[in-house]
C-alpha cells in the first residue's frame, strides 16, 4: 500500500464530480482527497486526486478512469516531480492570553499566518503539503484538545518546472 | 430550417438507420410519441413492461449488430429500464435509451414522475446525459449511437426533458462528433503481436480462450482459421460459444464452473493460455490463484480494463479481436501440437458432459432443438436451462445463443428472443426459460402475438428455482429455502424433497399462453418432444409456449463446487468428485 497522486483533466460539465466519486466509491477505491477546478481552457476542470492502493488496484483505478468518457488525459504524479499545496485553515476557541502569543510563536516557526485573531480566537492559515498539515493538526489538537476547528482544502498538485532528467 | 426537438430525434433516428424502435409512451414522453405519429420506416414495438421492452432491444442487438433503441418516459419508466440497462452494458450490447424527463424549470422539484435516471444509472452504462440545452440535442445523440457502438460497445442514456423536446430550433444532425476523451485502442501493436506468437511458437499444450468480443467483432471466421491454421485447439467461455462451430474437431468445450471437463483440464494443463475478448470472470476461474497454474498467459481485449484485472497477463494486447486475429492469421505457422489436440479430444469424448436421467430430459429436449432446427436465433433466461443451453446447445454461424452472462438476469429470455426475431424475421428464434424466470415477463407474451412473431417459447418446468435449488441440495444441506414454486401456504413449515403431495403448479401456462392468443403444448414424454417442436416451426404469425415438464431435482453436471479451482469437478453422482 502506498500514496498516490493522479491528476485528471475531465470535461468541465454536470455530473462529472459525481461520475469520478461515484466510480471510486462504487469500486471500493480508497480516496484520501479530491480537488477540482477550471482551467486556463473552461470547457475543461482539473482534478487532483490522492488515494492509498496496492500497486494492481492503481493500474485499475488508473485505467477505469481513462475509460470514463468525461475524462480527457489521467496524469500519474506520484513519481514525477511536483508542488503539492493545501490550504488549511484551522480556528482555535477560548484561548487564554497565554496561548495567542503562543499561536503566535508556531506561526513564526511553521509556514502558518495569522489570518485573524480577537482576545479568545485565533484563526490560523497554513499553505503547505498534505504531511505538513497532518503534522500541524497533530500539535494543535495536543495543545488545544477540543478547541480546534480545521477546514481542509485538500491538495492540488502540478508538475515541477524543472523535470529531472 | 428549424424543428421541434421531438421532430429532431426522429430525424436523428432515420439518420442512424434505426428501423426498429422499442418504445412506450407517457406524460414526459408524449411530444415524442406525436413526432412518431404515421413515420415511415420506423417500426415502433410498444411492449407491455419496460423491462421487457429493453431486453427486447438488447435481443435484437445481439441478434442484429445494430444498435437497439429505447424511448420510454420519465421516472417510472426509467427506473424500469434499470436491469436491462446493466444487463446490456455488462454484456457489451450496443443501446441508446431516450428517457422523458420533466422540464428543465422542474429539475429537482421532486416534480410528478421525476427521477435523476442519469445519476442512478451512471455506474452501469458507458454514458449518461440529460440534454439541458436545445442546440445541444443534434450532438449529444449523435454521440450516444457514436459511444454505443464502437469501442467496446455499450448503454447510453439520453435524458430529455419535455421543454427540450418542445423547443424549436436548428433541423442540423451533424455527420459525426468529437469525442475527445474517448479513444478507443483498436488498431493492433505490431511488438505485442511478435511477442505473443514467440509465446506460442514456443508452446507445447498451447490453447485458445475465446470470449463474447470475437462474437462481438464479427470474428468468427478469422478465429476458425487462426485455430485451424496453427493447430491449436479451443475453449470458449458461454458467451464466446458458437464463435467457432460447436463440433469442430478443435472445439473443446466451455469452460468454468459448469464447463466440461476436458475444457476445464485444457486450461488447467496448458502451457500458453491465448486468450480473446473475455474479462476472466469469476465463473470461468474458479478460486483465484488457482487459474491455468502453468500457462504464460496472452491476453486481447478493446477495454484496457479489462486486462490484468481479474488474472495476471504475460502479453497484454489492446485491440478489436477482428483486427487482431486477423494480424496473428498474418504471421501465424502451423504448430506441432497435435499430440496435445487429440489427448483434449479423447477427454472430450470420454468425460462428455450429460443428463443420466433417461426420462425426458433437459439435454435430450436441446438435442432435439439442435436436430430440427437449421437456423437459428436461441435465447435463455437464468440459472439450470442457461446452464443446460451453454452445455448441450450445437452453435455456429448459423445458430446464435443470447444470453445474460454477466447480469444473470432473470425475465431476459422470452422478451430478447421477441426482439430478436423482430431483427431476424427468417430465421427460427426460440427462448429457453426456466418456470421461474419466464414469469418474471410472461406478459411479453402479448408483444409476440401482437407483432406475429412466432417465436418458440420452451418453458422448462420443475417447480423450483432450479438453480439455487441445486446449491440447497449440494451445498447447504437440503434446506429448499425459497425455492419451491409450487410452495403455499398449507405447506409445511420446512421442506427438503418434492413429493406427491406438492400442491399443483400454477399458473396453468397452457391456459395462460392460449388466453394469450398463443399456441401451447405440454410435454411429458420423450417422444413427444419432437413433434411439439416441429408443429411449433410451422407456426408462421402466431407464438408457440411449450412447457416441458421435467424432474423436479434434475441436477447441472458436472459443477466446480464453490471456492475449488478448475480441476477439482464434481462429474455425477455415480463418479464422484475428481
Not at chain 2, 27 to 36: N, R
Request: net charge neutral; charged share 20%.
Amino acid at each position: 500500500m502506498k500514496k498516490r497522486w493522479v491528476c485528471l483533466f475531465v470535461e468541465n460539465e454536470v455530473g462529472v464530480l459525481a461520475r469520478i466519486s461515484g466510480l471510486f466509491a462504487g469500486k471500493a477505491y480508497n480516496l484520501n482527497s479530491l480537488t477540482v477546478g477550471p482551467t486556463e481552457d473552461e470547457t475543461i476542470s482539473r482534478m487532483t486526486i490522492s488515494l492509498t492502493s496496492d500497486d494492481r488496484t492503481f493500474e485499475q483505478v488508473k485505467k477505469q478512469l481513462n475509460r470514463a468518457v468525461e475524462v480527457i488525459k489521467v496524469l500519474d504524479l506520484t513519481e514525477e516531480p511536483v508542488h503539492r499545496k493545501e490550504l488549511m485553515f484551522v480556528k482555535i476557541h477560548s484561548c487564554s492570553e497565554n496561548e495567542i502569543r503562543d499561536l503566535f510563536r508556531i506561526a513564526q516557526v511553521y509556514p502558518v499566518k495569522i489570518l485573524d485573531y480577537d482576545f479568545q480566537t485565533v484563526l490560523l492559515e497554513s499553505l503547505q503539503t498534505e504531511e505538513g498539515n497532518d503534522g500541524l493538526i497533530c500539535l494543535l489538537k495536543k495543545n488545544f484538545p477540543g478547541r480546534a476547528e480545521i477546514v481542509r482544502g485538500g491538495s492540488v498538485a502540478v508538475g515541477a518546472v524543472l523535470q529531472s532528467p | 430550417m428549424e424543428m421541434l426537438g421531438s421532430e429532431l430525434l426522429v430525424k436523428a433516428l432515420l439518420a442512424e438507420g434505426v428501423d426498429t424502435l422499442f418504445a412506450y409512451p407517457g406524460g414526459q414522453a408524449i411530444d415524442l410519441f406525436h413526432a412518431l405519429y404515421g413515420v415511415q420506416g420506423l417500426n415502433v414495438v410498444l411492449p407491455r413492461h419496460e423491462q421487457g421492452l429493453i431486453h427486447a432491444a438488447d435481443g435484437y442487438a445481439r441478434s442484429t449488430g445494430k444498435v437497439g433503441v429505447c424511448l420510454v418516459t420519465s421516472g417510472p419508466g426509467a427506473t424500469n429500464l434499470v436491469t436491462g440497462i446493466a444487463t446490456a452494458n455488462y454484456d457489451s450490447v450496443p443501446l441508446v435509451c431516450f428517457t422523458g424527463q420533466v422540464p428543465t424549470s422542474l429539475i429537482g422539484n421532486d416534480a410528478f414522475q421525476e427521477v435523476d435516471i442519469v445519476g442512478i444509472t451512471r455506474s452501469i452504462c458507458k454514458y449518461a446525459v440529460t440534454v439541458r440545452k436545445r442546440e445541444d440535442l443534434g450532438p449529444i445523440i449523435k454521440k450516444a449511437f457514436t459511444l454505443a457502438r464502437t469501442g467496446r460497445p455499450g448503454v447510453v442514456v439520453v435524458d430529455l426533458p419535455k421543454d427540450i423536446q418542445q423547443a424549436r430550433g436548428d433541423d442540423g444532425y451533424p455527420d459525426q462528433v468529437r469525442i475527445r476523451g474517448y479513444k478507443p485502442n483498436l488498431a493492433v501493436h505490431p511488438g505485442q503481436v511478435k511477442k505473443a506468437l514467440e509465446l506460442l511458437r514456443g508452446a507445447k499444450r498451447p490453447l485458445f480462450l475465446v470470449g463474447g468480443g470475437v462474437l462481438i467483432a464479427h470474428a468468427g471466421r478469422e478465429m476458425t482459421r487462426l485455430s485451424e491454421k496453427t493447430g491449436v485447439p479451443v475453449v470458449t467461455t458461454i458467451m464466446g460459444k458458437g464463435t467457432i462451430p460447436t463440433g469442430h474437431p478443435l472445439y473443446i468445450g466451455n469452460l468454468g464452473i459448469h464447463g466440461s471437463y476436458a475444457a476445464n483440464q485444457a486450461v488447467s494443463n496448458c502451457d500458453v493460455l491465448f486468450s480473446i475478448g473475455t474479462r476472466f470472470n469469476d465463473r470461468i476461474t474458479g478460486r483465484a490463484g488457482t487459474f491455468a497454474p502453468n500457462a504464460s498467459i496472452v491476453h486481447i481485449d478493446v477495454d484496457p480494463a479489462s486486462i490484468s484485472r481479474n488474472i495476471a497477463v504475460d502479453v497484454p494486447i489492446v485491440a478489436d479481436a477482428k483486427n487482431a486475429i486477423e494480424a496473428l492469421l498474418d504471421q501465424a505457422e502451423p504448430l506441432p501440437v497435435e499430440e496435445w489436440a487429440g489427448r483434449l479430444r479423447q477427454l472430450r469424448e470420454e468425460y462428455p458432459v450429460s443428463v443420466k436421467n433417461p426420462e425426458i430430459n433437459p439435454q435430450a429436449i436441446l438435442e432435439k432443438i439442435n436436430q430440427v432446427f437449421d437456423r437459428a436465433v436461441i435465447t435463455t433466461d437464468v440459472g439450470q436451462n442457461q446452464m443446460w443451453a451453454a452445455q448441450f446447445l450445437d452453435l455456429g454461424e448459423e445458430k446464435q445463443m443470447l444470453t445474460s452472462g454477466g447480469l444473470g438476469t432473470m425475465g431476459y429470455g422470452l422478451p430478447a428472443a421477441i426482439g430478436a426475431k423482430l431483427g431476424n424475421p427468417k430465421k427460427d428464434v426460440i427462448a429457453v426459460c426456466g418456470d421461474g424466470g419466464v414469469q418474471m415477463n410472461i406478459q411479453e407474451l402479448a408483444t409476440a402475438v401482437l407483432y406475429e412473431l412466432p417465436v418458440i417459447v420452451c418453458i422448462f418446468n420443475n417447480g423450483y428455482l432450479g438453480n439455487v435449488r441445486q446449491w440447497q441440495e449440494m451445498f447447504y444441506d437440503r434446506h429448499y429455502s425459497g425455492t419451491c414454486m409450487r410452495r403455499r401456504k398449507s405447506c409445511p413449515p420446512v421442506c427438503d424433497a418434492p413429493g406427491k403431495k406438492c400442491p399443483p403448479y400454477l399458473p396453468d401456462f397452457i391456459r395462460l399462453a392460449e388466453s394469450y392468443g398463443a399456441k401451447a403444448i405440454r410435454v411429458t414424454r420423450m417422444e413427444e418432444v419432437e413433434p411439439a417442436l416441429r408443429r411449433a416451426r410451422e407456426e408462421k404469425m402466431v407464438p408457440t409456449v411449450l412447457e416441458f415438464v421435467i424432474q423436479r431435482e434434475e441436477n447441472v453436471l458436472p459443477i466446480v463446487p464453490p471456492g475449488k479451482c478448475l480441476d477439482q469437478m464434481i462429474l455425477g453422482s455415480e463418479e464422484g468428485e475428481r
